[in-house]
């Protein structure tokens, strides 16, 4: 069996002609090799592994070959209630991975640390351009006593310094939102120059879900066809404010009680950990414990089909990095209600409904107020959600990678 070159020449199938293999060696020489670092398996941060796992499946189809690293648990093998299992961690993470990472690098053309929380890696790292991808500052503010209610104990003051060195060692950082780039700025982290912002894609496939697929979904959830309910998504940190969540949705109930209506969503959903004590008893002393459920475990489809079957989103977060929730809910076709606060008012675009976090009775009052209107909210959300393509996020980190090793060979 033949074929052709473009000059007309026949070619045995498998045949290689001069030009083909110039342009195989050309496209080798084009992709770049990509060292990415991830994190502590124990350490179980959902969120950076979600966003390692964005960057394995599509930094491949950008001309970049791909290894990822990451620190093995050797001694950690006490349970997380020890003493012991801070400080195991640390000699697992920054003294035993140390040496697999240098040797690692040496094949690289860029490391990429995927999670600001590990730069003091840089100071290992010989030779090789390194970009660090900040997702907040929050931690080093807190170390500071920057932030409200966070008391942060000597060791995480340590931990912190030493973050915030490794920052500043780095060739480039990159933000995940214009916010964090402000905040990193303003803390003199790092060199204006050595700090860009490459917006957070969505991790995974979020869409609409035809109502039939959906409502068998949240079916395992005690959620009904007819059930209406608001969803909040994320972990029990002060900072995500799930008792101003609380809090609204008991006045949406004791408003619509005391006008004799039936209420404009019936549920309140959580998906995160349990409800602290306080919590459920705040829900218990107003009535509304059996209408609160709090979900775990739940799968990707799952996640999909509870924000494509919600009334809305509530995401009055006192402070973030960036804020994937937004465009998870936009995306599948939920309106948001997020507080006035950067980076949420940002990135929600005009699609969301911004609102005091501090203020429930306020937050009520923009959803009741916002009731006919969530068709529009619905559309605008999924258009402002596709400018958050993880392709556009891949391209942007190519660009970054490229931008490193061209400083590299002008000896910058």
Known sequence: MTTTDRRGNNLLVGEITEDAQSNDAAAAEARMKILLVGNYEPDNQASMRAFLRVLERELPNSDCELRVTAPRRWLQRVPPSSRLW?????LDKFVLFVPTLAAQARWADVVHICDHSNSMYVRWIKGRPTLVTCHDVIAVQAARGMVEGWSVG??????????????AKADLIACVSPTTQRALLDMQLAEEDKVTTVLNGLNESFSPMRPEEADSLVHRFGLGPRDTYLIHVGSDLPRKNRQAVLETFIALKTRAAARGAAPLVKYLVFV????????????????????VRTLQEVAHEELRALYARATALVFPSLQE???WPLIEAQACGCPV????????N???????????????QAMATAIEDAAGHLDEMR???????????????MANYVAAYRRLLEARRCGS
């Open 86 to 90: 801070k400080w195991l961690g640390y």
């Open 154 to 167: 000597w060791s995480g003051r340590v931990f912190q310094r030493l973050i915030s060195s490794g920052l």
């Open 272 to 291: 995160g950990p349990e409800l602290d004590q306080g919590l459920m008893e705040l829900a218990s002393r107003h009535g509304v414990a059996e209408e």
């Open 321 to 323: 990095g960036f804020g």
């Open 337 to 344: 209600f997020a507080s006035d606060l950067p980076p949420m």
């Open 346 to 360: 940002e990135i929600g675009g005009r699609a969301a409904r911004y609102i005091d976090p501090r203020d429930p």
């Open 379 to 393: 559309a605008l959300g999924l258009q402002n959600a596709l400018q958050y393509s993880a392709a556009q996020m």
